[in-house]
């Protein structure tokens, strides 16, 4: 069974427009949450995360917002690029050094 | 720093057959990753180490898969004997004081 969730596969925005992507968790101890961007043929690596004491981080074209009640975390890409095109992990944690991924979900933007 | 360095990069076997993966960590970090990536699971982690010792190994999926680190800067993955089911992209990760994860671009293992 799946502790965290991207429940959307795919995704397709045009270039200058809002990407949001979404993820489910299921255990309300998770207590840090991140995003990584993943190209083809490369490793993934960090974009951005929060920790669970905030419900909003933003970094540059990038905000991460996480709502606890939900059990819920999206990342907003504003305005979204073509070179943002990528599958997109979103990861948790709770006290510990280990990340749980979710499925990803991969972003296409297109002009 | 050339960060994480995972060797082959890409692998094909036949079934039965063992197979090793390298890797590199970064200089310094004292955790190291093995995760598993395939399309109906995402990203899996199969092992983690601490200062070269296997802290959690709860995520290797049955004993055909063994993973060492000797020392600071090495560690291997081995599947014996392989099957096709094992055909993934396999990542070592490494951080420092479990901070954020730097990622290694992967091995792609195809069993015959």
């Known amino acids: 069974d799946q502790q965290v969730k991207q429940n959307s596969p795919s995704l397709s925005v045009q270039e200058g427009r809002i990407s949001i992507l979404n993820c489910d968790y299921t255990?309300?101890?998770?207590?840090?949450f991140l995003w990584y961007k993943k190209y083809p043929a490369e490793g993934p690596t960090f974009l951005i995360s929060?920790?669970?004491?905030?419900d909003k981080n933003e970094d540059g074209r990038f905000t991460v917002f996480l709502n606890k009640s939900a059990k819920h975390l999206s990342l907003h890409i504003v305005p979204s690029q073509p070179g943002d095109s990528a599958v997109y992990f979103c990861?948790?944690?709770?006290?510990?050094?280990?990340?749980?991924f979710g499925t990803g979900t991969r972003l296409q933007v297109f002009p | 720093d050339a960060g994480v360095i995972q060797s082959p990069r890409h692998e094909v076997t036949e079934m039965g057959q063992e197979v090793t993966l390298r890797c590199k960590p970064i200089?310094?970090?004292?955790?190291l990753f093995w995760y598993r990536q395939t399309m109906m699971r995402g990203l899996e982690l199969l092992i983690y180490?601490?200062?070269?010792?296997?802290?959690?190994d709860s995520g290797m999926p049955e004993d055909r898969f063994s993973a060492k680190m000797p020392n600071a800067s090495f560690s291997t993955l081995k599947i014996q004997p392989s099957e096709p089911r094992d055909s993934a992209v396999y990542f070592c990760?490494?951080?420092?004081?479990?901070?954020?994860?730097?990622f290694g671009p992967g091995t792609r293992l195809t069993v015959l």
């Open positions: 990760a490494s951080s420092l004081l479990g901070d954020t994860q730097y």
């Open positions: 255990n309300s101890m998770f207590d840090y």
């Open positions: 929060i920790s669970s004491i905030k």
């Open positions: 990861a948790v944690s709770y006290n510990t050094d280990k990340l749980i």
């Open positions: 200089s310094g970090h004292d955790y």
């Open positions: 180490f601490n200062n070269n010792v296997p802290i959690d």
